[in-house]
């Protein structure tokens, strides 16, 4: 047997909240978690639209329901996830996230606007915003981590170079069973490799976006 590979073009869907024009005080890009889709995702993002800042959140290509066959037969739940990628045929997933997230970028911000603009990861997502910012295909003002971690197969040498001079930030809440000491170490290892000392702010909450927190990112 024999692998193969085919490319072709696909079409995939993101949601927008906010306007985007000389108002626009801030423009962010914000990447979803494990198992969360875009749509519902941008709603926790709403505190900020009202600041003037627009929000764009990309959605995972991979889309699967959240239980079994078995589990939706009995309760009848046909709730639906994304994810960014597993450990199967990994490699060909980044690349076609990263392939999609330039391309969003190129069509919401391909005007000159002096807009700041903030990458925020969530969870999953963080690790896919770190490959995204990695990648060095667009520009940007602030990156946070949001209960999520570095991926420690990143390209450090060069994502080192693209952070000098960002704002990095670190943020979870106290309750979050996802975060633990050992990551906390992890994140602070991964962030000396990057030559960087993210600015950790810790909210009362569990896994989870957090109004507040949010709204001391708005000025």
Not at 179 to 189: F, L, P, S, T, Y
């Amino acid at each position: 047997m024999e692998q193969y590979e085919l490319q072709f073009q696909f079409k995939s869907r993101y949601f927008k909240a906010g306007r985007l024009d000389s108002s626009t005080k801030q423009l962010w890009f914000v990447i979803h978690g494990y198992g969360q889709l875009a749509e519902y995702f941008i709603r926790k993002f709403k505190i900020l639209e009202e600041h003037n800042i627009c929000i764009i959140a990309p959605e995972g290509l991979s889309h699967f329901y959240l239980e079994d066959a078995g589990s939706r037969s009995r309760t009848g739940n046909n709730r639906v996830g994304a994810s960014w990628m597993t450990r199967e045929n990994r490699l060909t997933d980044i690349e076609n996230y990263l392939e999609y997230l330039n391309q969003i970028y190129k069509k919401e911000k391909g005007s000159d606007l002096p807009i700041p603009i903030t990458i925020l990861g969530f969870s999953q997502g963080a690790a896919t915003a770190s490959r995204w910012i990695g990648n060095g295909k667009i520009s940007f003002d602030r990156f946070i981590l949001w209960a999520g971690v570095f991926p420690p197969d990143m390209d450090f040498e060069i994502t080192k170079e693209l952070l000098k001079g960002k704002e990095t930030f670190l943020v979870y809440g106290n309750a979050d069973p996802f975060i633990n000491v050992d990551q906390i170490a992890e994140i602070k290892m991964l962030a000396e490799k990057l030559n960087i000392s993210p600015v950790t702010r810790v909210f009362e909450g569990k896994h989870d976006i957090d109004s507040q927190m949010l709204l001391t990112f708005a000025q």
